[in-house]
């Protein structure tokens, strides 16, 4: 099983700014997600990244808004742009390995407060 | 579009059985899938169905029946630590071609003493 890191765990920002989340996988995964949850609620996925290509994302989620990078095959990070109330929420990082659709990993996630 | 349903919250007392239905309407299905999450915690895998059937993991169980566009997770022995938040989701192909994880809206399990 893959071992998940994010940072920071938790981040209170002000209106107006960004903050980038960084997800650090103890080895060597294809697939990445990146998902939103607000406490008690489900999960939805912003985007698939994908190490050597372009993020694929979800409807209602905009790179603009959600830039990703997938350096390699271990490390991901999500920015989340001019920051609103709205944005608010705990956001996860996630793994598979292709052909492997049993399972997915995912990170303690990050707590994010903006005010 | 892909939709699925499960109840909002279930309560039972330590030793009980408990069962949490899933029903699900898809454009393509690949496998129903469970994850649990305690409060504050990370969803963690519990099991996965691809076809018809019961799959036995412990105290737990999953059960899939494609015809009826339905599934279910079976609770054992309930333990207080089993209060937790559980998820089905099924498998859809995303814009880009990958295959994504569709979450349910979860159950919130309280296990009593």
């Known amino acids: 099983s893959a071992v998940i890191s994010q940072k920071p765990s938790r981040d209170i920002c002000q209106r107006g700014t960004s903050l980038t989340i960084q997800c650090q996988v103890d080895s060597q995964v294809t697939m990445m997600f990146w998902y939103r949850q607000q406490p008690g609620q489900s999960l939805t996925l912003i985007a698939t990244?994908?190490?050597?290509?372009?993020?694929?994302?979800e409807s209602g989620f905009v790179i603009d808004k959600f830039p990703i990078s997938r350096p390699n095959l271990t490390f991901s990070t999500l920015t989340v742009s001019n920051l609103s109330p709205e944005d608010s929420s705990i956001y996860l990082c996630?793994?598979?390995?292709?052909?492997?659709?049993?399972?997915?990993?995912f990170g303690p996630g990050t707590r994010l407060t903006v005010t | 579009g892909q939709s699925l349903e499960q109840p909002s919250e279930v309560t039972a007392v330590e030793g009980a059985i408990v069962q949490i239905n899933c029903t699900y309407q898809t454009s393509g299905f690949y496998g129903l899938s469970w994850y649990q999450q305690h409060d504050g915690g990370a969803p963690t895998f519990l099991s996965y169905?691809?076809?018809?059937g019961l799959e036995e993991t412990g105290r737990f169980s999953s059960f899939l029946s494609r015809s009826d566009s339905y599934g279910y997770l079976l609770l054992q022995e309930l333990q207080m630590k089993d209060s937790a938040s559980y998820f089905c989701?099924?498998?859809?192909?995303?814009?880009?071609?990958?295959?994504?994880?569709?979450f349910g809206a979860g159950t919130r399990l309280a296990v009593h003493p």
């Open positions: 990244a994908n190490q050597g290509s372009e993020a694929t994302y």
């Open positions: 989701a099924v498998r859809d192909l995303t814009t880009g071609g990958y295959n994504k994880l569709i």
């Open positions: 169905n691809a076809l018809d």
């Open positions: 996630s793994v598979e390995d292709v052909g492997i659709w049993d399972e997915q990993y």
